[in-house]
């Protein structure tokens, strides 16, 4: 293995350690010791790639962003829905993609615990939703009571809860992306025209 390549997944190790921190213990309750012995590195490993826990913490966020766009990606190329539709394909792949990369749950968390920083996980996804939303509701698929706004934002809470689910459901309890897509269903019954 050469250099670079055992540099890069010692980065890859450090930022998934540091999401699994985050996503357990909050940015305020991850410390730089703390995510070295959970990647197994020394601190001087830790510190070469990153001089701060803000440099690691903005690193998993990154991660997660990239992660998300590939999901928009995905869900977007199925195309040929209808906006109602590939707006509950998004929740669904969003959940999905909550319940199995702690990268994107650690970036979830930094969201609350450092709400002034410019780069936000959800700023991929939630522009996405709205634009759904919207077409959604000019397609006169959505009831005339309900706005885009609204529809957008009863998305983004889905997509929240699975967050939440995912961390205080680790042991297995928590609901399934799965269930999640039946959670999806029924709140569609109340916003379709």
């Given at each position: 293995?050469?250099?670079?390549?055992?540099?890069?997944?010692?980065?890859?190790?450090?930022i998934?350690?540091?999401?699994?921190e985050?996503?357990r213990d909050?940015?305020?309750?991850?410390?730089m010791g703390?995510i070295?012995?959970?990647?197994g590195?020394s601190m001087?490993?830790?510190t070469?790639?990153?001089?701060s826990?803000?440099?690691?913490?903005?690193?998993?966020?990154?991660h997660?962003r990239?992660?998300i766009?590939?999901v928009?990606?995905?869900v977007?190329?199925?195309?040929g829905?209808?906006?109602?539709?590939?707006?509950?394909?998004?929740?669904?792949?969003?959940?999905?993609?909550?319940?199995?990369?702690?990268?994107?749950?650690?970036?979830?968390?930094?969201?609350y615990?450092?709400?002034?920083?410019?780069v936000?996980?959800?700023?991929?996804w939630f522009?996405?939703?709205r634009?759904?939303a919207?077409?959604?509701?000019?397609?006169?698929?959505?009831?005339?009571?309900?706005?885009?706004?609204r529809?957008a934002?009863?998305a983004?809470?889905?997509v929240?809860?699975a967050?939440?689910?995912r961390r205080?459901g680790?042991d297995?309890d928590g609901?399934?992306?799965?269930?999640?897509?039946?959670?999806?269903?029924?709140?569609?019954?109340?916003?379709?025209?």
């Open positions: 293995m050469t250099q670079q390549d055992r540099a890069r997944r010692t980065r890859v190790a450090l998934r350690a540091a999401a699994l985050f996503d909050g940015y305020v309750g991850a410390s703390r070295a012995q959970t990647a590195l001087g490993a830790l070469f790639h990153f001089s826990k803000s440099d690691v913490a903005d690193a998993v966020v990154e997660a990239s992660v766009v590939s928009l990606d995905d977007g190329s199925s195309g829905d209808a906006p109602l539709d590939h707006l509950g394909r998004l929740v669904v792949a969003l959940a999905r993609t909550l319940h199995d990369s702690v990268e994107v749950r650690g970036a979830a968390r930094l969201e615990d450092r709400p002034e920083h410019a936000r996980w959800s700023s991929d522009p996405v939703m634009h759904l919207v077409a959604a509701c000019r397609s006169g698929e959505v009831s005339a009571e309900m706005s885009a706004d529809v934002r009863l983004a809470l889905l929240r809860a967050e939440v689910e205080i680790a297995g609901l399934t992306p799965q269930q999640f897509a039946g959670l999806w269903d029924v709140a569609v019954r109340g916003i379709r025209a």
